[in-house]
């Protein structure tokens, strides 16, 4: 985990087009995260907060990959 984070912040300090290609894999997986733990919850309640988690990385994703097509 921390070798990850170490080479997502060192590729987003390079650059802009660095920084939105990291945020693109953490959003990536965190959605892939999400989606799987979401097939376990049984709890209403939680399952709404996932819902919207996802949701919420959805749009960042289609956001970062919006603003690296410019």
């Known amino acids: 985990m921390q070798a990850t984070f170490d080479r997502l912040l060192a590729q987003g300090e390079q650059s802009l087009p660095g920084a939105l290609t990291a945020g693109q894999t953490v ?3 965190d959605i892939a995260a999400l989606n799987a733990a ?3 919850l049984t709890a209403p309640d939680v399952r709404q907060v996932y819902a919207a988690l996802l949701a919420a990385s959805r749009r960042h994703l289609t956001a970062l990959t919006r603003r690296a097509g410019r």
Do not use: C
Request: glycine content about 16%; cysteine-free.
């Open 38 to 40: 979401t097939g376990v």
């Open 27 to 29: 959003e990536r997986d």
